[in-house]
């Protein structure tokens, strides 16, 4: 069963079109990148993805529940790290995660162990009794990580994680990911606009104006285009696509 189906996806504002017919899916233990331009759609799809927005025409499966017709099972297969930090900086790293375990229902014993296993994943438990707003970015990026990872879901959704990182945090960041993927078999959607975080073994999803203008293995991709990863993303999204509207 794959970890995630995105199937005939359209989505408008209105009049204006900002998906059409996106279909991809992604594999158990994979690490999938998706890149695009400013307006390319990535921010409309990740809403969609996490349910922000209700689904207009199409349907998205995560672990093989129906965003649309089984919200509820769908969702606890998703864990999501947004771009912007949703932690709370007066709390400790354990008390973000104990909240968060309480909002996903977990009782005490299941939250104690899951936060313990979380905690050590991401070589957090010697520092598990600080405030959140005394670590750099990338350890609060581990945290938001371990919080969730909490509720066990199979598929963990990054919407530009690395923002605002410097250079070297940002490289273990997309390292760290990769691990999990490797050792856990967790399936990971990284969106991204940053070339150097694709590896030639990574799924490759390109959006361009809403429409998904490439999709497989980023290094089968480069071969059946002629060129590196940065000249085929650049000859794939700088000619127009009719009907399709920036967002």
Same mark, same amino acid.
């Given at each position: 069963?794959?970890?995630?189906?995105?199937?005939?996806?359209?989505?408008?504002?209105?009049?204006?079109?900002?998906?059409?017919?996106?279909?991809?899916?992604?594999?158990?233990?994979?690490?999938?990148?998706?890149?695009?331009?400013?307006?390319?759609?990535?921010?409309?799809?990740?809403?969609?993805?996490?349910?922000?927005?209700?689904?207009?025409?199409?349907?998205?499966?995560?672990?093989?529940?129906?965003?649309?017709?089984?919200?509820?099972?769908?969702?606890?297969?998703?864990?999501?790290?947004?771009?912007?930090?949703?932690?709370?900086?007066?709390?400790?790293?354990?008390?973000?995660?104990?909240?968060?375990?309480?909002?996903?229902?977990?009782?005490?014993?299941?939250?104690?162990?899951?936060?313990?296993?979380?905690?050590?994943?991401?070589?957090?438990?010697?520092?598990?009794?600080?405030?959140? @707003?005394? #670590?750099?970015?990338? /350890?609060?990026?581990? !945290?938001?990580?371990?919080?969730? +990872? *909490?509720? $066990?879901?199979?598929?963990?959704?990054?919407?530009?994680?690395?923002?605002?990182?410097?250079?070297?945090?940002?490289?273990?960041?997309?390292?760290?990911? @990769?691990? #999990?993927?490797?050792? /856990?078999?967790?399936? !990971?959607?990284?969106?991204?606009? +940053? *070339?150097? $975080?694709?590896?030639?073994?990574?799924?490759?999803?390109?959006?361009?104006?809403?429409?998904?203008?490439?999709?497989?293995?980023?290094?089968?991709?480069?071969?059946?285009?002629?060129?590196?990863?940065?000249?085929?993303?650049?000859?794939?999204?700088?000619?127009?696509?009719?009907?399709?509207?920036?967002?």
């Amino acid at each position: 069963m794959n970890a995630l189906e995105v199937n005939a996806l359209s989505f408008a504002y209105g009049p204006r079109e900002a998906l059409r017919q996106v279909t991809f899916s992604l594999a158990p233990g994979r690490f999938a990148a998706l890149l695009g331009p400013n307006g390319a759609g990535k921010s409309t799809l990740i809403a969609l993805l996490t349910r922000l927005y209700d689904l207009q025409n199409g349907d998205i499966r995560v672990g093989g529940h129906s965003l649309r017709s089984d919200p509820r099972p769908a969702l606890r297969q998703l864990g999501v790290v947004f771009q912007q930090s949703t932690l709370d900086l007066d709390l400790s790293i354990e008390q973000n995660l104990r909240y968060h375990a309480a909002l996903h229902g977990l009782g005490r014993r299941q939250a104690n162990a899951r936060v313990e296993q979380e905690l050590a994943r991401q070589a957090l438990t010697e520092r598990r009794g600080e405030r959140v @707003r005394e #670590l750099n970015g990338g /350890h609060r990026r581990r !945290v938001e990580i371990a919080r969730a +990872l *909490l509720h $066990e879901p199979r598929l963990l959704l990054l919407d530009e994680a690395s923002v605002g990182l410097d250079p070297a945090s940002r490289l273990g960041l997309n390292q760290h990911i @990769r691990r #999990l993927c490797q050792d /856990h078999g967790i399936s !990971v959607l990284w969106t991204t606009h +940053l *070339l150097d $975080e694709v590896q030639g073994c990574d799924d490759l999803l390109i959006l361009h104006q809403g429409r998904l203008v490439a999709s497989g293995a980023a290094a089968a991709l480069s071969l059946e285009h002629g060129g590196d990863l940065t000249s085929v993303f650049q000859r794939l999204t700088t000619y127009p696509t009719a009907g399709a509207i920036d967002r």
